[in-house]
């Protein structure tokens, strides 16, 4: 009995938020103009599958270009949720002149909570970012899990 209740609270404190990394290759992201604008390319990507996600941190690895009169210090990109709520990464800060450069960084902890489990991005020339998240259970698996656990508690009392 010992050993089923060990495997148990081993198996729940494992379901409770299991951390994963998203790897997201940035080409194909295109900034037209300002933050906002219609023209800009956003990606939209699931990483909780319907459950909420919270991103415990970003890392990066990204090429960009900025054509005269911008800067690479100008060039961002927007880390938030569908609510448009979040971050905004700047790797090229300081670097106040046209032309292309190389960045890399990270991990910066970002605890951000995605209520949808959606990442919304935006805005880059080439490379990559990477997310350490985690899904958060949804309420329905929780209660189980408490049952469960419950049930075998009272059937020990038992006996």
Same mark, same amino acid.
């Given at each position: 009995?010992?050993?089923?209740?060990?495997? &148990?609270?081993?198996? #729940?404190? /494992?379901?409770?938020? $299991?951390?994963?990394?998203? !790897?997201?290759? +940035?080409? *194909?992201?295109?900034?037209?103009?300002?933050?906002?604008?219609?023209?800009?390319?956003?990606?939209?990507?699931?990483?909780?599958?319907?459950?909420?996600?919270?991103?415990?941190?970003?890392?990066?690895?990204?090429?960009?270009?900025?054509?005269?009169?911008?800067? &690479?210090?100008?060039? #961002?990109? /927007?880390?938030?949720? $569908?609510?448009?709520?979040? !971050?905004?990464? +700047?790797? *090229?800060?300081?670097?106040?002149?046209?032309?292309?450069?190389?960045?890399?960084?990270?991990?910066?902890?970002?605890?951000?909570?995605?209520?949808?489990?959606?990442?919304?991005?935006?805005?880059?020339?080439?490379?990559?970012?990477?997310?350490?998240?985690?899904?958060?259970?949804?309420?329905?698996?929780?209660?189980?899990?408490?049952?469960?656990?419950?049930?075998?508690?009272?059937?020990?009392?038992?006996?």
């Amino acid at each position: 009995m010992k050993k089923l209740l060990g495997l &148990l609270a081993v198996t #729940s404190a /494992a379901s409770f938020g $299991t951390a994963a990394v998203y !790897f997201h290759a +940035t080409v *194909g992201i295109d900034s037209m103009d300002e933050y906002g604008d219609p023209d800009n390319v956003v990606h939209l990507v699931d990483l909780g599958g319907g459950n909420p996600v919270t991103v415990n941190s970003v890392a990066w690895d990204v090429d960009l270009f900025a054509d005269s009169p911008s800067y &690479l210090s100008e060039i #961002s990109v /927007a880390i938030m949720h $569908t609510g448009l709520s979040g !971050f905004t990464l +700047t790797p *090229g800060t300081g670097d106040n002149f046209p032309g292309s450069d190389t960045y890399t960084g990270g991990p910066d902890a970002l605890g951000l909570v995605l209520p949808d489990g959606f990442l919304r991005l935006g805005v880059w020339e080439d490379g990559g970012l990477t997310f350490d998240y985690t899904v958060v259970p949804e309420p329905a698996s929780m209660i189980a899990l408490g049952a469960g656990f419950a049930a075998v508690m009272a059937r020990r009392r038992r006996k």
